[in-house]
């Protein structure tokens, strides 16, 4: 399965989020320090449920770090996050 | 605990703002990294700048020592304010500058102003 399609699928089977983005912005990024050739590199992640609501910013950022796991979290170079209630 | 994580504890207690970046304040090597320092650099905060590339062990150390797995970090009073995504938050609904306020940090408020103005 490709990385977006496993960050998708992690985050909506741990959070049933109501809105999610992945994007891969690895593109962008071609050539740039960071990019390892995967064309796996950057992604950018806009994601809204209810878990999220009571949390700080910095909660909410770690809850998605621990969904997608050490495994994802390693293997990419930047992870954008705008993580929103709902 | 290990040396890394000793010298990180060191670092952040004793300099007020601590940015963990790719690069330096002058010459970063990371466009998050960039953007998290110039913010700083523009609104006037004094900060100490660790170039994680210029040492493998600070730049894994400092991961695990705030369970945070991304570059840049920043850290004010030797507290664990958040990355790129975080920091640019805070500083366009102006919680930075509560913070900084409540830490007593000096800064530019007008800067921080501009910053919100620019980007509304």
């Known amino acids: ?86 | 605990m290990s040396d890394a994580m000793e010298r990180i504890r060191a670092t952040i207690e004793g300099n007020d703002v601590v940015l963990y970046m790719k690069g330096t304040k002058m010459m970063p090597q990371c466009g998050f990294s960039s953007r998290v320092a110039g913010v700083l650099n523009y609104m006037g905060v004094d900060f100490l700048d660790v170039d994680v590339l210029a040492d493998p062990e600070i730049r894994q150390g400092i991961k695990e020592f705030s369970d945070w797995p991304t570059i840049p970090q920043l850290y004010v009073k030797g507290e664990f304010v958040g990355g790129c995504d975080i920091v640019t938050e805070m500083t366009l609904s102006g919680e930075l500058d509560a913070l900084l306020d409540a830490k007593g940090v000096a800064y530019d408020k007008a800067r921080a102003e501009e910053i919100r103005k620019a980007n509304a």
Not at chain 1, 59 to 86: M, P
């Open chain 1, 1 to 86: 399965m490709r990385l977006e399609q496993q960050i998708r699928a992690r985050l909506t089977a741990a959070f049933a989020p109501v809105r999610l983005e992945v994007v891969n912005e690895s593109h962008r990024h071609a050539g740039h320090a960071g990019d390892d050739g995967s064309g796996e590199s950057h992604f950018r992640v806009v994601i809204a449920a209810p878990a999220f609501g009571p949390m700080t910013r910095i909660a909410r950022h770690r809850a998605v770090h621990a969904a997608l796991g050490r495994d994802i979290t390693d293997r990419i170079h930047a992870l954008a996050l705008d993580v929103q209630g709902a």
